[in-house]
């Protein structure tokens, strides 16, 4: 069951009623139902992993904060950090570990063929693991204290606006909120569903629309010359913002109408004038969650150069790896900690260029080019990403120059009519110059701020969802991670 489908406009429009209608532990079991429920629409089987999940981290916690020997505390987080990532291996790396080593050892004429596990990856597995290990290692740091409530903390667990793709909540935030009745006021639910309309339009106009001709191209990268792969890496860049911010959007729109505020995910990452910039406005709580697991534990900038370099080079690629198990998501990972070193060991020469050419009388051409030029860096690590492999991203990487010329046959193949190529162009257009209002609201025309011009322009996302939007079978990309 799709946020994009009529199916769930149903789901919520029911469990939003039953959720007004009721108090306490009869709206939080209301909401846990309808939680499972929407997880089990992919799979029964699966939700026996969520209650997995949801018991160890549940028992690890109390255990934690019982606990007074510094062993035993972490023997408890040992354990719920084992059980965790040993689901996430099991179902998302051993065949590839597997499979990897088998090749491995082929290259050096060694016979081992070991069977491969025939298991379907859980929907969303990698967001609601990371979830419950930041649960115990906050309760382990003494940060918040083991939940007692077990409904309490099984919401915080599988709550279904975010329990598929995030936004990867903190005990802290998310937590206080199951504790309290949720504050529903008429203004919360406008919001809520003027934001929820914002990702839908994302989605559903913009990166669903984009996402046939980048399947075509990137589905068969050798048959096409550099016109395409250039388009279709352009179209990819747009693709994954719009579907996953949209995912984000409705998320916190629907939580919002039910009083619950999520952790923001995305500001207008597109706008950043640097790499390290967009990583902090590109899937935030992802990015503060390994600084906070993984870069800041192994040592951060604390330590010397090389060992600094070598951090975040770790959590790049533990990043990138997290995103798929492939190799090209480990490149993608290892291209951006490339960026931020490349980045840190160049300031000093940027800084000393800047100032011979005096560019501080040009701020605005310097922030546009940095902002281009950060752009153009992102999009081309999502070759890696957007890769069926290795191979593919290396061959798309090497041909995009000469450009060539762009077939239009392909466009229409690709699913662009005379009619919707120039409209899909304009709602890009659109969703940018909205992103840089909301971006900087200072800047933004007076018209912006009249509810009537407001009001005009949800009717022009609603009409486009109607008219342009597409209404199939669509998982977001997130869905497999």
Partial sequence: MLFNSFQFLLFFAAVWLLFMVTRGTARKIILLVASYYFYMCWSTRYIFVIWAITLIDYVAGLQIEKAEQPSRRRLYLGVSLFCNLGL???FKYLNFFTGSIRTASHLFGLQYDPALLAILLPVGLSFHTFQAMSYTIEVYRRRVPAERNLLEYALYVAFFPQMVAGPIERPYELLPQFHREPRVSLEGVRAGMVQALWGLFKKMVIA?????????????????????????TLLFSIQIYCDFSGYTDIALGLARMMGYELRINFLQPYFSRSVGEFWRRWHISLSTWFRDYVYIPLGGNRVKLPRHYCNLMITFVISGLWHGANWSFAAWGFLHGLYLIVAQTTAPFAAQLAQLLSLRRIPRLVAFFKTVLTFSLVTFAWIFFRANNVGDAWFVATHLFPLGQLDPLLLKVGGFSHATAPYLVFSILGMFVVEWWIAHPSRAPRLWARPAFRALAYNACVYALVFFGFFGHRDFIYFQF
């Fill in 88 to 90: 996430l291996f099991v």
């Fill in 208 to 232: 669903d629309n984009a996402a046939d001709f980048v399947r075509l191209i990137y589905d068969n990268p050798r048959h096409y010359d550099g016109a395409a792969l250039v388009l279709a």
